[in-house]
């Protein structure tokens, strides 16, 4: 089990990797927020992962609350996946021609999520561009809108107030996109109009004013990249108001997508999007990612149709068996969500008190599987826009983290994150967690 005491582990194997790694790679990392830059220390290199447990180069063990940001619903190194993609390693590992798996997956997909037609990618962020690509090719309009503090992956014209590890305090009027990121031609982001999220009236202004410009608004249905936000129903309502512009309506369910039912945020929260993405839960821990919807929109895509979107890689043998295993075994148990929303709900109850007891101040929000326990004063469940989640006391939820850290507990080494639980959390990780969480509060306010 995880320590449960702030006993110091050796990191010696860790540090030294991350000065290797640094000497030849960017930051040490090949994707930033693995850096633990807002929380400082040691970056924890992982040997091995196994159900809710990681196991960094030390040997240490801590009971892992990122998932991989987001694939490992069922737990890492899953028996039914690692079957399934054991089976398909023998029988090659990529193509470059169709194969039966793609199809299979396709099926799964379209019958899970009640879209018509999907194209696979290998990750989420060309999901996303390629959804924006189609959505221009199909209405012949070239703006698009965003949300302050979504993110969508890394294509230029979406690097724009993009969240996560690109919080910046960037304020502008309606409408002004500011690039989050160097090398993103203002002439690329001038394409990108921002507005707030869970705000429709300024939605409503902006459609009102530019509705026949755009292509699309593309949303996270429930943000997980400023932290978790949750939509409320008046925003849904204006979202759903946007398609009688002719803008195209996209979901990013790259994060929500089977996460939070078998059919996301979508058939959760009752919506009805144009286009929707996926990525992680989708390659159920290999990379894949897809984009789906309508018939009438999807045929536009090449070879069908005029817009042109294609990869080396995509439809991989071995990702699209993971899929098919990840999501199988979703549908096949049919309480893994309702056990999913119980453990996070106990975990979001458990936070709450440790704080409270150690005088800490926090605002949980948390649905389904997804939960983020901001670092301000503000009643639960109230943090709903990205101006209030970046009031967070980023220094206070860093000391929390390393507490949490030293005790075992692997959480996302962000504030403006969602940690994610897996269906191999039990009672038993839940206890050790929350008495973490007491113990790493408490010390905070020492
Ligand atoms: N969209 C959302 C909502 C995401 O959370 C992410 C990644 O975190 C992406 C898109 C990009 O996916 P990927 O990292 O697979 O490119």
Redesign the pocket.
């Known amino acids: 089990p995880a320590s449960s005491s702030a006993g110091p582990s050796s990191t010696a194997q860790s540090q030294a990797l991350f000065a290797r790694a640094q000497a030849v790679t960017p930051g040490g990392v090949n994707?930033p927020v693995r850096a633990f830059k807002s929380v400082g220390g040691v970056p924890r290199f992982i040997a091995s992962a196994h159900g809710a447990y990681l196991t960094d180069a030390d040997g240490t063990r801590y009971i892992d609350y990122i998932g991989s940001?987001?694939p490992m619903i069922l737990g890492h190194d899953h028996p039914a996946v690692r079957e399934a993609i054991g089976t398909a390693l023998n029988g090659g590992t990529s193509f470059g021609a169709p194969s039966a798996r793609e199809v299979e997956l396709a099926e799964l997909v379209t019958r899970l999520t009640g879209t018509d037609k999907v194209r696979f990618t290998s990750?989420?962020?060309?999901?996303?561009m390629s959804a924006l690509r189609l959505a221009r090719g199909f209405t012949g309009r070239k703006f698009i809108v965003k949300f302050r503090g979504?993110?969508?992956?890394?294509a230029d014209g979406l690097l724009v107030e993009a969240g996560?590890g690109l919080m910046t305090n960037a304020d502008g009027p309606l409408g002004a996109a500011a690039p989050s990121s160097a090398g993103v031609p203002q002439e690329y982001a001038g394409l990108t109009l921002v507005t707030e999220y869970n705000d429709p009236a300024a939605l409503d202004a902006l459609i009102a004013a530019r509705g026949h410009e755009i292509a699309a608004v593309i949303f996270?249905p429930v943000v997980?990249?400023a932290g978790v936000l949750i939509p409320t129903p008046n925003f849904l309502a204006a979202l759903h108001r946007v398609k009688a512009s002719g803008a195209l309506l996209i979901a990013?369910e790259?994060?929500t997508g089977f996460r939070l039912s078998l059919n996301g945020a979508t058939g959760l929260l009752g919506l009805e999007p144009d286009l929707s993405?996926w990525?992680?839960i989708i390659g159920g821990g290999l990379p894949v990612?897809a984009y789906g919807g309508r018939a009438e929109i999807m045929e536009f895509v090449s070879p069908q149709g005029p817009v042109y979107q294609a990869g080396t890689l995509s439809g991989n043998p071995l990702a699209m068996a993971a899929g098919l295993a990840t999501l199988s075994a979703l549908e096949a148990d049919p309480d893994i969500y309702a056990r999913l929303d119980v453990y996070t709900a106990r975990l979001a109850a458990g936070l709450k008190d440790a704080a409270a007891a150690a005088g800490v101040a926090i605002s949980v929000n948390h649905i389904g599987s997804m939960l983020t326990a901001f670092h301000q004063d503000a009643p639960h469940g109230s943090v709903s826009t990205y101006t209030q989640a970046a009031g967070s006391d980023t220094a206070g939820f860093a000391a929390w983290f390393q507490g949490m850290l030293a005790r075992g507990i692997y959480w996302a080494p962000s504030q403006f994150e969602s940690i994610f639980v897996s269906a191999a959390h039990t009672d038993t990780e839940l206890a050790a967690t929350l008495d973490a969480a007491h113990a790493a509060y408490a010390a905070g306010q020492a």
């Open positions: 994707s940001w987001g990750s989420g962020t060309e999901a996303t979504n993110y969508h992956g890394h996560s996270e997980g990249n990013d790259v994060m993405c990525g992680k990612g």
